[in-house]
């Protein structure tokens, strides 16, 4: 006789687990709310929390009126895009795909084509042009969750109330700052799993900046970059970054993206003992659509990126911000928090292989 091993929610269903949290989450949600979605989770949760000590005010931070749950928000908004470097440029920037049911989709899939045929020109409108067929090369990208855990038991709660005293908040910072963390990880090196390996699914990845499909190379000398600043060269090596990418017809605009013992060299003087002295940085700022330079910590030492900021080269797919949704223990006495974001970084170039990423490496 074979046993049912797969979730079912449903109570009529011989392989119901009723006695799992998960599965009186997600039914509260569809009960209450009529589906499946993060304001639906989180509508429940709430509620659970103030029904286990059977008082409208259980929540109530007294003498404040202000409500646990909006305390709990408010420290995610006050974490808001710290370790944020990359991805906040490209949220600043409006360089987003927004996906309206992000729990219904499982990957996001668009096509590549080539460039085919070209313009005519003609006298008259009517004038028949060439019957084209372009080739079309289907890419897909994995729709993962990002997610961090924290627990408050009741009697936190409890004391927060009878004193008075607000919540502390600083772990629900932390989880916060932990998933915008693996977000900004995510769109330099990748998304990988907790032993480091490639985030798989179904044969599709999500590489970020630096393993990024297409994206040019170039060498560039570590002593002038890092430990021995020297203007004129990095400069120059600069140059030969900017024309990789121009030479797949991505002619900006450009941001650079260094480490941070880079981004602490940039900040020497291009030409020490010049009567108007200028730093590394300002001298580089000085080129044509060139038009930051960013310091991003979690870039490894020996990288440079250096990224053609449109939406054809790189762009961030957002399904949800980070949220906490909040559902209680079994025993009612553990109000059970999840921090959990869906923002996956996607990087992009065209049928051909043209890449606005070009990758600097210190050898």
């Not at 392989?15 to 709310?33: C, D, H, I, K």
């Not at 038009?291 to 990126?305: C, E, F, G, S």
Request: proline share 6%; aromatic share 6%.
């Amino acid at each position: 006789m074979e046993k049912e091993m797969r979730f079912m929610a449903t109570p009529d269903h011989p392989g119901w687990q009723g006695n799992s949290p998960l599965t009186n989450v997600v039914m509260r949600a569809l009960t209450e709310a009529g589906g499946w979605s993060i304001p639906a989770m989180r509508r429940p949760g709430f509620k659970m929390m103030a029904a286990v000590e059977n008082d409208h005010n259980f929540r109530a931070l007294a003498p404040l009126q202000d409500k646990a749950q909006v305390l709990i928000d408010k420290a995610v908004v006050e974490v808001g895009l710290q370790r944020l470097t990359l991805v906040a440029d490209l949220l600043a920037r409006g360089l987003t795909y927004n996906l309206t049911d992000p729990l219904s989709v499982a990957q996001l899939e668009w096509n590549s084509s080539n460039k085919v045929g070209a313009a005519q020109r003609t006298m008259s409108p009517s004038s028949r042009g060439e019957n084209k067929m372009p080739i079309v090369t289907p890419n897909r990208l994995p729709i993962y969750l990002t997610t961090d855990k924290f627990e408050i038991d009741i009697r936190t709660l409890k004391m927060s109330q009878r004193i008075g005293t607000p919540l502390d908040t600083s772990l629900v910072k932390s989880c916060t700052r932990s998933v915008n963390e693996a977000i900004e990880d995510a769109a330099i090196n990748g998304a990988t799993t907790l032993d480091g390996q490639a985030l798989t699914v179904a044969g599709y990845s999500a590489p970020g900046i630096l393993n990024a499909p297409n994206a040019n190379t170039q060498a560039l000398t570590t002593a002038a970059w890092s430990t021995a600043p020297v203007g004129s060269t990095v400069f120059d090596e600069t140059m030969l970054m900017i024309a990789k990418e121009q030479g797949d017809k991505k002619f900006g605009p450009y941001v650079m993206y260094v480490p941070t013992n880079v981004g602490n060299a940039l900040d020497k003087d291009y030409n020490s003992g010049s009567s108007n002295p200028i730093t590394i940085r300002q001298r580089l700022l000085q080129i044509n659509n060139l038009t930051d330079i960013h310091v991003a910590d979690l870039m490894p030492t020996n990288r440079v990126a250096l990224i053609q900021m449109t939406s054809d080269v790189i762009d961030v797919v957002v399904g949800q911000y980070p949220t906490v949704i909040p559902w209680t223990s079994l025993d009612g006495f553990m109000i059970h928090n999840l921090v959990m974001a869906i923002m996956i970084p996607r990087v992009r170039s065209d049928y051909d292989g043209n890449s606005g990423i070009c990758i600097g490496t210190m050898a």
